[in-house]
């Protein structure tokens, strides 16, 4: 069987075709092939011999057999029936497929059949007496047989795409092929009668339907060839709907954006909605729809990005390169979601970077804070004025694909009121469960997210709403040590600074001891934020030096620190200069890192009342009654004490805020110091919870608080028993530096410092 590829050629079975020499291979022209079964392949698009391939065949053929050939190498084919091709093979010399009989199916009646032939062969001849070549057409038209013959030889006058002209030969239903022989023969007809005069168009429902389809389809042709010669004066319409069959939207979002693209086209451009319904389109068609394969995933390559851009941090990052792990195991984007909690300037966002150059993706960053509306995150809805995508799909158009790295900034600073709970909006968001079908308002259509690695970033939990923490894993920030910024500052923060600001590294050195310095006198808070600052001001002030011409080039030791940074800043408390009954060191935690606090506690002759100061909060103010009622079961022979003197206790600072439930076992202490008026030693700091049995219970952020003591020349420290686990938080040079002791009891305090 000789099997020969067709294009835009409309064949069906029981017609006569005549064919040039050069549609058929050479060893095909000649009279021994008279007889022989022809196989003909339809192809998708016009491909050369040479590039095609099985994927651009159609999978409906027609089978036919060569009745003449011609001295002259002109074919004559009778085509036999529709057949469905498999099993296609493809080489540079030959094409192989087999082919098995797919009948019509006869579902009009043959007299119903006849009637309606015949009656469009009475119309085609009437339509013919109109032209100079009706009458020979008259005899043409009068040679047809059936309804496949008027399609084949009229095929290549239709004004129909090729995939048409295959769906007829597609179509199984003889009644279905009939009708759409008969939409196109007339709307060829009509095409023809669009220039006629008005009186013609007062005709029959049907024709009307039929010269509107027809004028349509013209439009549509002579649109095309202008665009095809014109491409920068494509209309907004065909090129959103070029964007539209292009993109890869789901079913829903496609039917959506036809149904706004079709309102467009009927508004036109003065209409008041176009803006509005372009925006939209605009929105949707930038988006990517298609998922892409996740990239191989190296895990060494991560370790090594993150060690590059990050100093310390040794656990988030084995964390972090945990979730890679299930990541590049699932292939699939897998594992919580990750939220890093700790102070400002600890690397919290900056590693997020990271991941996303580790994974070589797309990042995006998206700042919650003060976010108070739920429509920020899951859009307005088009009827408002002004409406607007949520901040989620903003970034994922901002981003250009489906599975950016996206870091979710501040999550701790949403708020809610009138406009909604955006805190609840995020549930949808990042549950792995539901996100791969989020609605955005606006976009009224789902959106496939489960493909977002999303990072969640916060300076603490305490005012995440329950259920949103627990949609993600939590992993602490523990501030850095000063050896640690040391390695920070020289190698990432100063190169920064001076590459900022134009200097050559052979115009500053900045020497160990002016870094050291900096590190303890011009910074105060856990992360690098601080110090970030400082090296810029250093560096703007060298830079004027340098474009003064004064010096070529600076070295700044520690002598020279305060001629860039001007005057020391004391952030920081330092250790106690005067021990006094009633005054103890206690340590705290802050947003900004750890610090150091003092209570302090005094009688005054009064008739028992208690008076609370420093700006402290409800916890605070119930660890203050807690230990003064502690302290009383404690001592019952100096209760005159209480009962004749108002207490007041005091922390320092009253203009800064204050709260957590750390201060007990401090609180304690001071009145225990106060009232039996021993001392305790300025070395000593202390941090814990108490019960009114005198138990020590356990706290958060100790690493902070650790830091901060050593910071102020503390060297002995009471943390609770619970907490020791925590120690491996803390950095092996702090703990050094420190004499460490847990307590399970109140008294196991007061024994040591009250001697």
């Known amino acids: 069987m000789i099997t020969i590829p067709i294009y835009d050629l409309l064949m069906l079975p029981g017609v006569t075709f005549f064919f040039k020499k050069d549609v058929f291979p050479d060893q095909v022209i000649n009279s021994e092939n008279e007889g022989e079964d ?27 057999k060569i009745e003449k050939i011609d001295e002259e190498g002109h074919i004559r084919v009778k085509t036999l029936e529709r057949v469905e091709i498999s099993d296609i093979e493809v080489s540079l010399d030959s094409i192989s497929a087999s082919a098995v009989i797919s009948p019509e199916v006869e579902d009009v009646p043959a007299e ?9 062969k009475k119309d085609l001849m009437r339509f013919a007496q109109g032209f100079q070549w009706g009458a020979w057409a008259r005899g043409f038209i009068l040679h047809w047989k059936n309804f496949n013959e008027v399609a084949c030889a009229l095929s290549g006058y239709f004004n129909i795409a090729w995939e048409e002209k295959y769906a007829i030969l597609e179509t199984v239903s003889m009644k279905e092929k009939c009708d759409l022989i008969e939409k196109t023969i007339y709307e060829f007809i009509e095409m023809f009668k669009v220039g006629e005069e008005a009186e013609n168009a007062q005709k029959e429902t049907h024709e009307q339907v039929y010269r509107e389809a027809a004028i349509k389809k013209q439009m549509d042709f002579l649109q095309r060839q202008l665009d095809e010669l014109h491409p920068e004066n494509i ?4 090129r959103f709907q070029t964007k539209i069959e292009e993109s890869g939207m789901n079913e829903e979002a496609r039917k959506e954006a036809m149904k706004v693209l079709n309102r467009m086209n009927q508004e036109g451009k003065d209409g008041h909605e176009y803006g509005i319904l372009y925006d939209y389109l605009d929105f949707v068609t930038s988006l990517e729809w298609k998922p892409k394969d996740m990239p191989k995933i190296d895990l060494k390559e991560a370790e090594e990005i993150l060690d590059e851009d990050h100093y310390g941090l040794k656990k988030v990052k084995e964390r972090i390169i945990q979730q890679l792990a299930v990541m590049a195991l699932n292939r699939q984007q897998s594992g919580s979601i990750l939220l890093f909690v700790g102070a400002p300037g600890t690397g919290k966002t900056s590693i997020g970077q990271s991941i996303a150059r580790a994974l070589h993706r797309e990042y995006v960053r998206i700042s919650l804070g003060g976010i108070r509306d739920e429509a920020e995150i899951r859009g307005h809805r088009r009827t408002y004025i002004g409406a607007m995508p949520g901040r989620i799909m903003e970034g994922v158009k901002r981003s250009g694909v489906q599975n950016p790295v996206m870091v979710l900034d501040e999550v701790d600073k949403l708020a809610k009121d009138y406009g909604g709970d955006p805190a609840s909006a995020l549930l949808e968001v990042l549950d792995p469960e539901q996100n791969n079908s989020f609605t955005d308002h606006y976009m009224n259509v789902p959106y496939d997210l489960s493909n977002v690695l999303f990072v969640c970033t916060a300076n603490t939990t305490d005012t995440i709403p329950e259920p949103l923490l627990n949609r993600m894993e939590v992993i602490q920030f523990p501030g850095y040590t000063p050896i640690e910024k040391f390695h920070i500052a020289r190698k990432h923060l100063l190169p920064k600074a001076m590459k900022a600001m134009g200097i050559k590294a052979q115009n500053l050195k900045v020497t160990d001891n002016a870094l050291e310095n900096i590190i303890e006198s011009y910074t105060a808070e856990s992360g690098v934020r601080g110090l970030k600052k400082q090296m810029d001001i250093l560096c703007r002030s060298v830079a004027v030096k340098l474009v003064k011409g004064e010096q070529k080039s600076l070295t700044v030791n520690e002598k020279r620190i305060e001629e860039f940074l001007g005057k020391k800043p004391m952030h920081h408390e330092s250790m106690m200069e005067e021990e006094l009954p009633g005054v103890v060191t206690g340590l705290a935690w802050t947003r900004a890192g750890g610090e150091i606090l003092f209570v302090e506690t005094a009688l005054t002759k009064g008739s028992g009342e208690l008076v609370i100061t420093g700006q402290l909060g409800d916890v605070m103010k119930e660890s203050a009654q807690i230990a003064v009622t502690l302290v009383k079961s ?15 206790i005091h922390v320092p600072e009253g203009a800064v805020p204050k709260d957590g439930p750390s201060a007990g076992i401090t609180l304690v202490t001071a009145l225990s110091s106060l009232i039996t008026g021993k001392k305790v030693g300025k070395e000593y700091a202390m941090t814990g919870e108490v019960s009114l049995r005198g138990g020590v219970m356990p706290i958060g952020g100790l690493p902070e608080k650790l830091m901060a003591a050593q910071r102020a020349g503390i060297t002995k420290v009471f943390i609770p028993y619970k907490n020791i686990n925590d120690l491996d938080e803390v950095a092996e040079e702090i703990k050094e530096k420190l004499e460490i002791i847990p307590v399970k009891k109140v008294n196991d305090v007061l024994s040591r410092v009250l001697k």
């Open 38 to 64: 022809i196989l003909f392949l339809m192809m998708k698009s016009e491909t050369a011999r040479e590039d095609l391939t099985a994927e651009d065949i159609y999978p409906i053929g027609i089978s036919g």
């Open 112 to 120: 119903e059949l006849k009637g309606r032939f015949d009656q469009v």
């Open 235 to 238: 209309s907004d319409v065909r």
């Open 634 to 648: 404690m001592y019952p022979d100096k209760s005159e004490l209480f009962e004749k003197n108002d207490l007041h």
